[in-house]
């Protein structure tokens, strides 16, 4: 009886493993297609496609737009996010649990609508599409989150901290950049790196709130127009790739804050 | 103001004007790009879409033309499906992993099991598209085998969109199923047994009622974030069948009616907080 469930288990695990690498593995084998076609049968191997990806200024731009506003996106929303965590955390505010709240709302209200209501904000006062418009709305996004990461490592070990240094007379600038930010590092990398793989993988608000410049899933969305295409996977293969190294990252930063 | 830290002790004197200062920017922002766009919203959501002043036009549109009563119906079901399938394929998963894996696996096995939820969600569902066309990998199984004749239609189908969604889910849910049975202190389960449960007993009175909760919170998240979702429906359902995303992308997208995309916008909303208020008292987000 035992074994039988253990064998059923194994099987299990292994079809959903299956059923989850499926669309990964056809991206990336047929990223490597010779033929101007990813289907099947596979008569690679061939770079040509990644070559075609990394000769389109088009997609390389778009690249370069995406990281530019996942760097700036998530150190703003960072910022933000760990002085509000410090600030609730540290003193009484008065109706301090609504307006921890209000910062947090935006993570229960889909993308679609943060980018409608963007839309429908900045036509109403002229402002123009541009990356900047959608930086804005990642900020949105990230904020709560990064608020919610920092706020929930704050606990009374670093509060003693901070006490200590206080006593020994540092004023309040001091207290924050050399005790609290240092001891607080692994969460606001944490929050840092989650922003990162959120903006950079961000479509909807991106494609609401810009125009000619843009950032890559939006480029990737224009691609596929054109169907079935060995170039958009080989730009999806190296899509994954980056998110890969940023998950990485992230892990370790968890990681590091778990002893071991 | 008194000062206090959360754990109860005084802090020295700080002026009222710190705490506020390094509250107020995100206050202001969330204010400022969350707050006031839905304000904007709402009022657009009562203007017509050729000026003029204050109209439920767009509101009535949506409640007496049954096309768009449709892409709601549309909506609740292929949410209420992906939900319903993601939660029973990931629970077992998730079980497997926490309790079948051994321990010194289980990280790396996790990680693997998320790893693509971290691909590009445009990618992702473009990689169906691939697995699912008239000429993608099963179908070329399926005839190259001599199992059908005629390649299956699959994709711009709703089978097509709620495989994407139950992809992206199933991982999400393993995640928050796992890290909840890991949760669980293992001295439930040796009680259980020794008050004389068997194995099934134990997970069907003890491990199930003491989880649920974890899934009750994956499970709005699911609801929440596949009802919003424009990106999967859109690329694997096509155009055959709309869902509320397709239909409020598709009012600024052809005709830039942003009244009646915000009136839309409002009303997928408004379904989105009756859920939450429909299952807030399991929802009980806790600092850690």
Not at chain 1, 152 to 174: C, T, Y
Not at chain 1, 178 to 194: D, E, H, N, S
């Amino acid at each position: 009886m035992r074994r039988i469930v253990r064998i059923a288990a194994w099987l299990y695990a292994l079809a959903v493993y299956g059923f989850i690498f499926l669309p990964v593995i056809v991206l990336v084998l047929f990223s490597l297609q010779a033929t101007s076609f990813p289907i099947p049968p596979f008569t690679g191997p061939s770079l040509r496609w990644y070559q075609a990806v990394l000769s389109d200024t088009r997609l390389t731009s778009a690249l370069v737009n995406s990281l530019a506003v996942a760097i700036l996106s998530s150190a703003a929303a960072v910022t933000l996010g760990f002085l509000s965590a410090w600030g609730f955390a540290r003193f009484t505010l008065p109706s301090s649990t609504l307006l921890r709240g209000l910062i947090t709302l935006p993570l229960t209200v889909s993308y679609l609508i943060i980018g409608m209501g963007l839309l429908v904000l900045f036509n109403w006062a002229g402002l123009p599409k541009s990356l900047l418009a959608a930086g804005i709305g990642h900020v949105v996004i990230n904020l709560p989150l990064c608020f919610a990461i920092i706020y929930s490592q704050m606990g009374d070990h670093q509060i003693n901290i901070e006490r200590a240094a206080r006593d020994l007379g540092a004023p309040e600038w001091k207290v924050l950049l050399l005790i609290t930010v240092p001891v607080m590092a692994p969460a606001i990398f944490a929050g840092f790196f989650l922003s990162m793989t959120f903006s950079w993988d961000e479509f909807v608000i991106s494609f609401l709130l810009t125009r000619f410049d843009t950032t890559l899933p939006v480029e990737i969305w224009n691609l596929l127009r054109s169907g079935l295409n060995p170039k958009t996977n080989a730009v999806g293969s190296l899509v994954f790739a980056v998110s890969i190294v940023l998950v990485v990252l992230f892990e370790l930063t968890l990681l590091r804050r778990t002893p071991a | 103001m008194s000062t206090v830290t959360n754990s109860g002790r005084a802090l020295p004197r700080a002026g009222r004007a710190l705490p506020w200062a390094l509250v107020t920017p995100a206050l202001g922002w969330t204010l400022l790009f969350f707050v006031l766009p839905f304000i904007a919203m709402g009022f657009s959501s009562l203007t017509a879409h050729d000026g003029g002043g204050f109209t439920l036009a767009n509101y009535s549109q949506f409640f007496t033309d049954p096309s768009y009563w449709r892409a709601m119906v549309n909506s609740l079901q292929v949410t209420a499906i992906v939900t319903v399938v993601s939660v029973l394929l990931a629970y077992p998963f998730a079980w497997i992993l926490a309790e079948q894996v051994p321990e010194r696996w289980q990280r790396l096995a996790l990680m693997l099991a998320v790893l693509p939820f971290w691909t590009s969600y445009v990618v992702r569902s473009y990689s169906w598209l691939l697995v699912l066309a008239q000429n993608g990998v099963i179908n070329r199984t399926l005839t190259g085998l001599g199992l059908v004749g005629e390649p299956l239609q699959l994709a711009n189908t709703r089978f097509a969109t709620v495989t994407g969604f139950v992809h992206f889910f199933v991982m999400l849910l393993t995640l928050t199923i796992f890290a909840n049975l890991k949760q669980l202190s293992p001295s439930y389960r040796k009680a259980a047994a020794d008050l004389g449960a068997g194995p099934v007993r134990t997970f069907l009175h003890v491990v199930l009622p003491l989880t649920l909760p974890g899934i009750m919170v994956g499970a709005f998240l699911t609801f929440v974030l596949c009802i919003g979702d424009y990106i999967t429906p859109q690329i694997l359902g096509g155009n055959n069948e709309l869902l509320m995303p397709q239909l409020v992308m598709m009012q600024i997208g052809r005709r830039g009616d942003f009244p009646l995309a915000s009136a839309l916008s409002i009303i997928l909303m408004a379904v989105v907080t009756v859920a939450y208020l429909a299952c807030a008292r399991w929802l009980k987000i806790e600092r850690a």
